[in-house]
């Protein structure tokens, strides 16, 4: 949808389901998302959204009893059903991944330049000395002073912080076209929360890797990803670049999304806060037609929005949102929600 | 009693009078290690803390893991022992009472826990969880019944439901059950540790608010314990910042978060993202160098020196103490002022 060329992975009408006692659990139900060359994609999404799954798709690492559909695609090239040696040279290589507990990946008893030489070498040969030159380049490229001295250094001697700088100039080792970075600041204090977004904002923009940024912190997603997809009970509800996404949202749960957010730039709203109805949908039993719809303030019922599934409407340039009432929306700002009493 | 007559549903006056009053309260752990258990050092988790909260109103301690806000909500409500110092709840000494006193006083405080996973017994039904603390306290009458399922109106449950199990609610509802458990003794004050931060953020709003109707209904007061400075902002009217067992800022909610004084405040705002595109991209993080010093060797002087950019040879020398900044707002700080990054 947006950028020139050919996508660097294209999603198309993803399916998930994992067997249950009641039934198959939809986690990821219809996803299409292409990710471009050089771009920050954040994907949205509360827990149960289907949001992990989706990126342990992409890389092959679901369990076997996942029941996988639909077309995942690296630079044109088809990877759902491929065997494992295939997609091997593929991680970390061309595709990485920053989980949410990064530093359980850093060996204790060996320095953190070693550590990071080889993730180098298990994927390319080359020699001693332009390899020392790469990880100082690597540790100074996420921000970390004197790097040449601390390249010598164990991880115990790096503070919190530098150690999260260091675990992902490891993921950068070979020059990846694309990081997954999978909740990265979830369950870090604010402070470090503070460092990682500094290298990953270094990373958008020193060098080309396109980052898919997975979060339910749409704090997060402001101020690093230029477009957001929002998911909903495993599939993509909106997708828009990220100012419109926040300013004019066209699905009632990203607006409503937004509206419940509290700010720390804002004081308390006298009166009941906004917030959406009900619970999210069992993934055993998803609702008929829109999965959102018995949350919605705006639904029709009981059609279209209780019958039919919604398609993806084109609101706007490289902006679309699965729903029916998506002309109802127009012009509505998530503060004129928040200004609504409940 | 000549009391004027209010409209029923007006909130009522908030009176001066202090509902709780923490002075100079210490915690000290000892390292004990070798055969005979000797100690081998004392940790310090709480170095003196003090602040008081008028009935009615919201006290939040803030900060990062390990800065003793726990560990100080653990002694107001004498669940560990304090090292010196002294609680007072409605002028009670809390410390000093006797058991049958303590007894009493703590049927008036009462404590809701961050995990609605963890803090409720899988075996008990939701009904018998609520009933519990009356049982305990030989308050289960033949009105019991009645009783719980009047707690399950107030905090929005469905009184149906008393017969189930907690496995057969949602998250938010789940904590609905454990405010419902805490009201149960009809408590002056409730101790609201992270009430939200294991919820959603479109089940956040909904708890948020029953939080708030309750406090102005019962005229109850709020002990709140949380990371998360967004969501604080919503419910606090006073706020205080621990920093490795000392409170290093405190004040109303809307001069710390509109005018934070000390480094260490201007750097935890700063690193709060905002879900705000345009504001997020001008807002500038405070990176904070090295880790949380230990608390069993606690730097000299000011404890947060060793990280601070403000830091001069005497916040090495001498402790600065919780000044007045201006009438309620206090600082411990040798040079506050305003965040240059601001």
Redesign the interface.
């Given at each position: 949808m947006s950028g020139g060329g050919a996508p660097l992975l294209t999603i198309e009408d993803l399916h998930v389901d994992f067997p249950t006692d009641d039934g198959p659990l939809h986690a990821v139900d219809g996803l299409s998302v292409d990710i471009h060359d050089n771009e920050v994609l954040g994907i949205v999404g509360?827990?149960g959204s289907g949001k992990t799954v989706a990126a342990l798709a992409i890389l092959g690492l679901l369990p076997k009893r996942a029941r996988i559909q639909g077309s995942v695609r690296w630079r044109g090239t088809e990877l759902l059903g491929r065997p494992e040696r295939d997609l091997e040279p593929l991680r970390g290589e061309e595709i990485a991944i920053v989980f949410q507990d990064a530093l359980a990946a850093l060996n204790p008893v060996m320095t953190v330049g070693r550590q990071i030489a080889e993730a180098i070498q298990v994927h390319h040969r080359i020699e001693t000395a332009e390899r020392a030159r790469r990880v100082v380049a690597l540790l100074d490229l996420v921000g970390i002073p004197d790097p040449t001295t601390r390249a010598d250094q164990y991880p115990h001697e790096f503070?919190?912080?530098m150690r999260q700088r260091a675990m992902l100039a490891m993921a950068l080792a070979n020059d990846p076209a694309l990081l997954i970075a999978d909740e990265p600041t979830t369950a870090l204090?604010?402070?470090l929360?503070?460092?990682v977004?500094?290298v990953l904002e270094r990373i958008r923009d020193r060098t080309g890797t396109s980052i898919l940024l997975i979060t339910?912190?749409?704090?997060?997603?402001?101020?690093l990803a230029e477009r957001v997809l929002v998911l909903y009970a495993g599939r993509a509800v909106e997708e828009a670049p990220?100012?419109e996404l926040?300013a004019a949202p066209r699905h009632p749960y990203t607006l409503?999304?937004?509206a419940?957010?509290?700010?720390?730039?804002?004081?308390?709203r006298q009166g009941?806060?906004?917030?959406?109805p009900g619970?999210?949908p069992s993934l055993v039993r998803r609702p008929a037609g829109c999965a959102f719809h018995p949350r919605c303030a705006f639904a029709a019922l009981p059609t279209p929005c209780a019958t039919e599934r919604p398609d993806d409407v084109d609101v706007g340039p490289n902006h679309r949102a699965a729903c029916h009432r998506v002309d109802a929306l127009a012009g509505i700002t998530p503060d004129d929600l928040a200004a609504e009493r409940p | 009693m000549s009391s004027p007559s209010v409209a029923p549903d007006a909130k009522p006056a908030r009176s001066d009078s202090a509902m709780l009053e923490v002075q100079d309260l210490v915690k000290d752990f000892p390292i004990r290690s070798g055969l005979r258990r000797g100690t081998r050092g004392r940790v310090s988790a709480v170095a003196g803390v003090s602040f008081t909260v008028p009935r009615g109103q919201t006290f939040a301690l803030v900060g990062?893991?390990g800065c003793g806000k726990s560990t100080t909500a653990r002694l107001v409500l004498r669940l560990v022992p304090a090292t010196s110092g002294t609680v007072h709840v409605d002028g009670v000494d809390v410390l000093r009472a006797a058991p049958a006193d303590l007894r009493r006083l703590r049927s008036r405080m009462q404590i809701v826990y961050q995990d609605p996973y963890a803090s409720l017994n899988p075996r008990l039904s939701a009904g018998a969880i609520v009933a519990d603390p009356l049982r305990v306290h030989g308050r289960f009458k033949a009105d019991g019944p009645a009783r719980v399922r009047a707690l399950f109106e107030r905090v929005g449950l469905d009184p149906v439901d008393v017969h189930r199990y907690p496995h057969e609610f949602?998250g938010?509802?789940r904590q609905r059950i454990g405010i419902a458990r805490a009201l149960a003794l009809e408590p002056d004050l409730l101790v609201l540790d992270e009430p939200v931060s294991a919820l959603?953020?479109?089940?956040?709003?909904?708890v948020?608010?029953l939080l708030?109707?309750l406090q102005r209904t019962r005229n109850l007061t709020y002990l709140l314990i949380a990371?998360?400075?967004?969501?604080v902002?919503?419910?606090a009217d006073l706020v205080g910042v621990m920093y490795l067992g000392k409170l290093v800022e405190r004040g109303p909610a809307?001069r710390l978060?509109n005018e934070p004084q000390h480094p260490y405040t201007q750097?935890?705002?700063?690193?709060?993202?905002?879900?705000?595109?345009?504001?997020?991209?001008r807002?500038r993080?405070?990176?904070?160098?090295?880790?949380l010093p230990s608390p069993t060797a606690p730097p000299s002087g000011c404890r947060f020196r060793t990280r601070c950019w403000r830091a001069q040879p005497i916040c090495a020398e001498r402790e600065p103490p919780l000044e007045s900044h201006t009438r309620e707002h206090r600082v411990a700080c040798f040079f506050p002022g305003p965040d240059p990054a601001r």
């Open positions: 509360e827990s503070s919190g912080g204090d604010v402070t929360q503070a460092q977004l500094d339910h912190d749409l704090g997060v997603v402001a101020g990220v100012d926040f409503g999304l937004l419940s957010l509290p700010r720390l730039d804002r004081p308390p009941p806060r906004f917030r959406i619970q999210p | 990062e893991s949602s938010g509802q959603d953020v479109s089940i956040q709003a909904g948020l608010n708030d109707e990371h998360d400075l967004a969501a902002r919503q419910l809307d978060y750097a935890l705002l700063s690193a709060v993202p905002v879900p705000d595109p345009p504001v997020e991209r807002r993080r405070i990176l904070l160098e090295g880790d």
